[in-house]
């Protein structure tokens, strides 16, 4: 008897790269969470390292690979992805295998966030934010340096403030202003700290779910998700429950993994990576007044794939 099929699916952001492999009932056997710390290339073959040493190679195999994320198609060449599809698909159809009844996804993540409204298992509307910072991740991090406290436990400080103090929660630098005079006035830590919380919330409302109808149940994902402080302020200003995943931040990889395990493609993924020499070019076409700019992916020195050109001319010949 042969081994069994298993389903990769890595999602690299801006900040985060996070990876699973899943089997056919969608049971997450091997995953793994790391920053990308601006190179994408080579937080995917750190990635795939670590989902590797927990992978039982003796009674599986990868068959299909799935990558979204905002280097979801230079990440797609390197691994040999069967299916590349972009973060609202790949978060919806994620969230809706594991919980069907969901009408509404939240998901923040370090640099951006997103709002995604479903129907029926289908995903109906959406809008992102890649403009203001003071609704996501970064924003949360760089304000628990200015406190001296570990990102980690803005939650739990938040949680014990009685009073949350008021910050404006128009953009980065109003709130960061606001935030320095609160501290200058001598506002409790932990007080402060649920302000923080609370801007986050108010801000991604303001911005990502203006205009959106909001329906329960809503499901909050991406890495601000494990912060109670948040999804203690999202409670409050949706009126409802708000669930959180333990497997949240992982969401945009698993719906990756169960789109390439749902396609009819199939192509066995050589765990092989670290290996293999990766590298980008980039080259300027000039062959027309497009003047296109020209991405060529390289691995071990050899031509693997190309994009940017906008006509045969700049086509380049592997």
Known sequence: MGRQHAYLGIDVGSISTKGVIIDKQNNILASAYIWTQGD?????????ALLEKQ?????????????????????????????????????AVGTTTFYPEVRTILEIGGQDSKIILVENGVAVDYAMNTL??????AFLSSQAKRLGIEVEDIGEYALKSKHPTQIAARCTVFAESDLVH????????EDIIAGV?????????????????IASPVVFQGGVSKNKGVVAAFEKLLGCDVI??????LMGALGAAILARRSNKRQEFDFAMEEMEFYTREASCGRCPNNCE???VFRDGK???????????????R
């Not at 919380?197 to 109808?213: L, Q």
Request: charged letters at 20%.
């Open 303 to 317: 031509l693997i794939d190309s994009w940017g050109n906008r006509c045969e001319r700049g086509e380049v010949k």
């Open 294 to 296: 020209i991405i060529c």
């Open 40 to 48: 994408p290339i080579g937080a995917v073959k750190k990635l795939v």
């Open 55 to 91: 992978f039982d190679k003796q009674q599986y195999k990868v068959v299909a690979t799935g990558t979204t994320g905002s280097a979801r198609k230079l990440v797609g060449v390197i691994v040999g992805a069967t299916m590349v599809k972009n973060e609202i698909t790949a978060h």
């Open 182 to 189: 609160k501290i200058q006035m001598g506002h409790p830590r």
């Open 244 to 249: 959180v995943d333990q497997n949240g931040h």
């Open 197 to 213: 919380c609370n801007a986050v919330a108010a801000n991604y409302m303001n911005n990502v779910g203006k205009g959106k109808k």
């Open 132 to 137: 203001c910072a003071a609704g996501t991740g």
